[in-house]
């Protein structure tokens, strides 16, 4: 009965910003991880950034070395809905990005822990 999917993805210049939404269906308020990963044809799935649910207001989130400090993740609990906030993006960040979920308690960086996952949203970044 979860679903999640994503939307907000596009063409978009080096440089700019860019805001993927993640809405999310179900009993999204029981998911204890969840994060974005991204894919390129011939490439396995890549991890980019990851949230943990501690309490109602407290998270702790964590992401790929490639991204940091450019990308911030982060949860909407009134709206069920997860944010991937993406700037000075470059054209090696184009791929498929999906959302996951998962109701476990692990690390977010690891594709094998969620259980949910979204059908992708393409962002394509030319210089």
């Known amino acids: 009965q979860v679903q999640l999917v994503e939307s907000g993805g596009g063409l978009v210049l080096a440089g700019d910003s860019l805001r993927l939404s993640c809405a999310a269906s179900g009993r999204t308020n029981t998911m204890n991880i969840m994060g974005w990963f991204r894919q390129v044809p011939g490439k396995e799935r890549e991890f980019v950034a990851g949230i943990i649910k501690i309490a109602s207001a407290t998270y702790t989130t964590s992401y790929a070395d490639s991204v940091k400090g450019r990308f911030t993740i982060s949860r909407d609990n009134a709206n069920s809905t997860l944010y991937l906030q993406m700037s000075s993006l470059k054209p090696e960040d184009t791929a498929v990005y999906y959302c996951?979920?998962?109701?476990?308690?692990?690390?977010?960086?690891?594709?094998?822990?969620?259980?949910?996952w979204g059908q992708g949203t393409q962002v394509t970044v030319s210089s």
């Open positions: 996951a979920a998962s109701r476990a308690y692990g690390r977010p960086n690891n594709e094998y822990q969620y259980t949910y």
